[in-house]
Every structure is written in C-alpha cells, then in structure tokens.
C-alpha cells in the first residue's frame, strides 16, 4: 500500500470558535494555525499524528447551516475519526453525551465499534476503534448494537 491514512479533511463552519472548543473539549483537538482576513478565516485543527482538518469559515456561506440525510449528502457524507484506545473511544462518547451530540447507541460493525455524533455546525461524524470484543471473520450489519454498551 502506497498511502498511510488521511492527511486531512477540509470543512466549512459557521462559527469557528465554537468548532475549535467542540473538538478541542471533545477529543483534545489542537489548532495549529489560525488566519483571519476580510470575511475569510482558516484553521487547522490537528486530530491525530499526521491528520488534520482544515477549517472555513467565509462571511456570507451558508454551508454549515444545510444538513441532509446520511448518503444524501454528496460525494463526502460524514467523517470517520479513529479513537487512540477503546479507553479514549470510551472518554469520547462521555464527552459527546455529556454535550448532547450524541445518544447513546454503539454500533458493533463486527472489528470495529462505532459512534455516530454531530458537532455543533450539525455535521454528522463517526468515532471508530477496533471491537475488543470481535469475533474474528464477524461482521455485523448497521444497526447491530455494541453488548458491551446496552444497559
């Protein structure tokens, strides 16, 4: 294989300061750079070793406030980020609830635990790591519930 992952993903945000304190308080996201000049603001957000997302914000846009269903929305439909640990997937879906950006439903795709949420501009995005519990050649379909989360 000739790639290692994603460098970044570009996103456009009505409010960049709220976008920075969300991932930061949420995942510990860091901003790297942040430029602002004549209606136009860019930042980078450092989420992982070498993964960033590249941040908009443009006076005027109104992107961040159009939300459509999941695969409605175009060529890019939602964020996939990787939590460091099952500990750290844990922490992440604590924060997420605590904030009201997600219930509280994990999904069990068979090798991987997944947590869909949306950030305050309503993008919708998902937190994946490696199923502790994985029966090895299982793979379950959307909607198969995590029994390590059901209460």
Known sequence: MLL???????VITADTDRFHAFYG????????????????RFSIVDIGPHTELNVFEVEGNTEAERQTPMLGRG???????????IE???EIR??????????????DFGPVLSLFFRDPDGLEA????????????????PGTPATRYVH
Do not use: I, M
């Not at 290692?4 to 570009?10: E, F, I, K, R």
């Not at 308080?25 to 136009?40: I, L, R, W």
């Not at 604590?94 to 999904?107: M, P, Q, S, W």
């Open 94 to 107: 604590r924060r997420l609830l605590e904030r009201g950006a997600c219930d509280d439903f994990v999904t």
């Open 4 to 10: 290692d992952g994603l460098n970044h993903v570009a």
């Open 88 to 90: 750290s997937f844990e």
């Open 75 to 85: 060529r890019l439909d939602h964020l996939g980020l990787q939590a460091a640990s």
């Open 126 to 141: 998902e937190v994946c790591v490696p199923n502790p519990d994985a029966v090895p050649g299982r793979f379950n379909p």
């Open 25 to 40: 308080e949420v995942f510990g996201a860091t901003v790297a750079n942040d430029k602002k000049e004549d209606g136009f």
